[in-house]
């Protein structure tokens, strides 16, 4: 519950509704859905926009409230309710709305969707509709058709050795675009997202998003030169194995004598594992349907950064990820890339990530996560401890 005279005093913002107490149900519906389907918030009724507290009289109120939120609203959201005591002596209600676990969120008669942003409700555009619904697991971008596809655009070299080499089948030829819609990377004979990030020829022609960024900065940080640069727009597979070795060629192997060891070993700045389950994880995890927005790995004289559009999937948060939950916004891409041998299949990487920066005496990796992206660090083996 809220201070209410500090409320007053900062006014409404992107996760506080001020609501006259004489409110329409539709109204406090719409505030409802858009509070659920952004970062949550407090709705308080009986203040008026302007920050008069004109107060609640109807006794009736929160029960009013509670139908609102269970019969207007799909799906039915539970809030919290609080009563404040205004120095006036009259009585406001905080209605508190948590994030939605369950997101989209609709207001029901009009079947329309709502987002918070500053102080106003809204309805989304297509694509943050469209990541609403991937957040809710309802709707996956990885397989929507690409427009003007066929199976012109696939490279059929590609697919025959992911069929022979990583699936053990047989390639027979007049099964193959059955194949294709089968396992989603074709749909109504067009080239799907997924298709197109592993078997389509000239994938940035369709997909500009595709690939990887790769850059080398002398210094701690972007504005020191540039001492090596990449951009890739290959296949998956192909783009997380270029990156690896962009990492191995702008890195280095320095031999050190461990204790109770007489022999030189030899430690390099990143290692192996951590850099290839952090690049795949952000090929697996990142949001395709942002355009404009490549994933980017930044080497640094004292570290790593890798960026990836899009923030974490809706019931996914950074501590269950730590302790091994795996929910994948795009499951037929991490699926290929368990095919290929890219990622492990217990979905314990960031667990051994993790691990293996304890064992070699370093901090553990950093997670920034925002709604637009998240942002790992990693600090290589002659950093700061």
Known sequence: MKDLTLILEQGEDHIT?????????????????SFSNSSGGSIFIGIEDDGTVSGIDD?????????????????????EIFYHQHSSGKKVLEVVIPKGLFKPYKVKGQNRFYVRVGTVSIEPSMPELI????????????ITALP???????????FREYCQTYRKMEFEEHAAHSLLENWQLMNNQQMTVVG????????????????????RFIGPDSTGAIAD?????????????????????NSAVRGTFLEGNPHRTDVPDYDFFVVRELITNAFCHRDWSIFGQK??????????ELFSPGALPNTLTLDNALAGVSFYRNPNIAQLCRDYGLVEKAGRGLQKIVAICKQRGLPNPEF????TFIKTTVYKATGPT
């Open 17 to 33: 509704e001020f609501k006259s107490g004489q409110f329409r149900n539709e109204s406090l519906a719409k505030e409802v859905v």
């Open 59 to 79: 006794k009736a109120i929160e029960e009013k409230i509670i139908n609102i939120c269970r019969n207007l609203i799909e799906p039915s959201v539970l809030p």
């Open 295 to 304: 994933i980017r790995l930044s080497l640094f004289d004292d570290r790593l």
């Open 148 to 158: 003007g596809t066929s199976a012109a655009n696939v490279d059929w070299l590609r």
């Open 196 to 215: 197109a990030l592993f078997f389509g020829l000239n994938a940035e022609r369709l997909l500009p998003q595709c690939g990887i960024q790769l850059f």
């Open 368 to 371: 920034q996560c925002d709604r």
């Open 131 to 142: 990541r609403l619904l991937q957040s809710g697991g309802l709707y996956h971008f990885e």
């Open 229 to 249: 640069q990449k951009e890739l727009s290959a296949p998956i597979p192909e783009s997380i194995e270029a990156a690896m070795k962009f990492v191995q060629f």
